[in-house]
């Protein structure tokens, strides 16, 4: 063994705490970090090439000694996100919401309570599958198949019909044909939430909500959700808001963590069919 059992546990502790903190190291950083181990012992150690590093089959076994060591692709975030979703942060959001559900009975009453978000479509495609070309042909391009606007859609969980906002203007007399049923549409100059029009999708909410009040509902704390505007109309129709701590909405917001991606994910595959299909009608 290039290293001893406590230096590799300590190799192992820093691979973990890099992660952790938003700086997460290759293999051949980790590597690089057992050879300045080596070094730094003093010990002669005549199955290590100092001048040429640990060997694959160095690492291979090091991995089945520390079976807890894991390798994935790494998703980037901003520092901000990094340090904003403490476990303080969470704690004292998950006080409020005890307060508001043992004031207001919510406990017993989930068909009150009501999540909303936005997501954009357009710009580009992200899609990273792999896909079929000549065996000598190195760069492959593909055509963007989804539209070069910002489309914005907000939703609010199964019972409330989305919310689709394009850019400067309805897209044709046909925009709405086979959309989802009582789905409202709006548009603004860069296809994005506005204060106006998240108060008009207050309106839109209040159509298909339940009567009962008060109402619970979650959202994040964009400019456009916390106008005054909203928090008057939220008071006056007994509407309870809960704003998700900034910079946590990675790990604290359903939509974000588990719907939106495999939504975006879906439509690219499903615009990408109706691409290529021969009769550009898709499949």
Same mark, same amino acid.
């Given at each position: 063994m290039a290293l001893l059992p406590n230096e590799e546990e300590a190799l192992v502790s820093y691979i973990f705490w890099m992660a952790a903190h938003g700086f997460p190291i290759t293999q051949?950083?980790?590597?690089?970090?057992?050879?300045?181990?080596?070094?730094?012992?003093?010990?002669?150690?005549?199955?290590?090439?100092? &001048? %040429?590093?640990? =060997? +694959?089959?160095?690492?291979?076994r090091f991995r089945a000694r520390h079976p807890t060591v894991a390798s994935r692709r790494q998703n980037y975030i901003e520092a901000e996100r990094?340090?904003?979703?403490?476990?303080?942060?969470?704690?004292?959001?998950?006080?409020?919401?005890?307060?508001?559900?043992?004031?207001?009975?919510?406990?017993?009453?989930?068909?009150?309570?009501?999540?909303?978000?936005?997501?954009?479509?357009? &710009? %580009?495609?992200? =899609? +990273?599958?792999?896909?079929?070309?000549?065996?000598?042909?190195?760069?492959?391009?593909?055509?963007?198949?989804?539209?070069?606007?910002?489309?914005?859609?907000?939703?609010?969980?199964?019972?409330?019909?989305?919310?689709?906002?394009?850019?400067?203007?309805?897209?044709?007399?046909?925009?709405?044909l086979e959309g989802p049923r009582n789905v409202f549409y709006g548009v603004s100059d860069r296809g994005y939430m506005d204060g106006d029009l998240f108060l008009k999708w207050l309106d839109h909410f209040m159509r298909y909500a339940r009567q009962e009040r008060p109402l619970l509902l979650f959202m994040d704390q964009h400019e456009a959700h916390v106008s005054t505007g909203v928090v008057d109309f939220c008071r006056a129709n007994q509407i309870k808001v809960v704003c998700l701590p900034s910079h946590t909405t990675h790990v604290l917001q359903p939509l974000d963590v588990s719907v939106y991606g495999p939504l975006k994910a879906a439509f690219t595959d499903m615009a990408r069919c109706h691409a290529t299909s021969p009769s550009g009608k898709g499949t």
């Open positions: 051949s950083v980790a590597l690089v970090l057992a050879v300045q181990v080596c070094k730094g012992s003093g010990r002669d150690n005549p199955f290590v090439k100092m &001048d %040429k590093g640990l =060997s +694959r089959m160095w690492w291979s990094v340090h904003g979703a403490t476990v303080a942060r969470v704690v004292e959001l998950f006080h409020i919401c005890q307060a508001l559900y043992d004031h207001h009975g919510f406990r017993g009453t989930p068909e009150l309570i009501y999540n909303c978000d936005e997501t954009g479509f357009g &710009d %580009k495609d992200s =899609s +990273r599958k792999r896909v079929l070309c000549n065996k000598g042909q190195r760069t492959v391009y593909a055509q963007q198949v989804t539209t070069r606007e910002h489309v914005t859609v907000h939703c609010c969980g199964e019972v409330i019909p989305p919310f689709v906002i394009f850019e400067k203007c309805l897209p044709s007399a046909a925009y709405s």
